[in-house]
């Protein structure tokens, strides 16, 4: 079974294996960049809206918790990111560097460390994947391509 003609460049499981060294790092170092300063950047324009808020005299309770949440887990995000780094350099080493395994392995990896609440830390996890996956996507697309 193959995939439609626009999902193509966009595979959720199988990608071409055996890329370049130069490549596949470029992948994974723009991937975890994406991973950690992309949430950060919401959370610290969240803060800005948050705090034009109650300059006006609105509530900013809405933006509060989420703000916090994106701003702080930027410091949380580094050591994933590090060990993303490795899961995502061997998974395109070997041809299965799709979105579907990041998003998934993202989720799992973040609630294995939360026993807590593991749904909701793997649903973090999954967003967070998925941020990991396509800034690696956007800026080396190469790397992501199905064999014809």
Do not use: E
């Amino acid at each position: 079974m193959s995939l439609p003609r626009f999902l193509h460049r966009w595979p959720p499981v199988r990608t071409k294996p055996g890329l370049s060294r130069k490549l596949r790092f470029r992948a994974t170092l723009f991937g975890a960049l994406g991973a950690v300063f992309i949430p950060w950047g919401f959370g610290i324009i969240l803060s800005l809206l948050s705090a034009l808020l109650n300059v006006i005299g609105l509530s900013n309770l809405g933006t509060m918790g989420l703000q916090t949440i994106l701003v702080w887990s930027t410091l949380l995000s580094i050591p994933f990111s590090l060990a993303a780094m490795l899961f995502a350099f061997l998974a395109i080493t070997y041809g299965y560097a799709g979105w579907l395994i990041a998003v998934t392995l993202g989720g799992a990896v973040v609630a294995a460390v939360s026993p807590d609440t593991p749904l909701l830390f793997f649903l973090i996890g999954c967003a967070y994947g998925f941020v990991f996956w396509l800034t690696a996507r956007v800026t080396t697309p190469d790397a992501f391509t199905q064999n014809p």
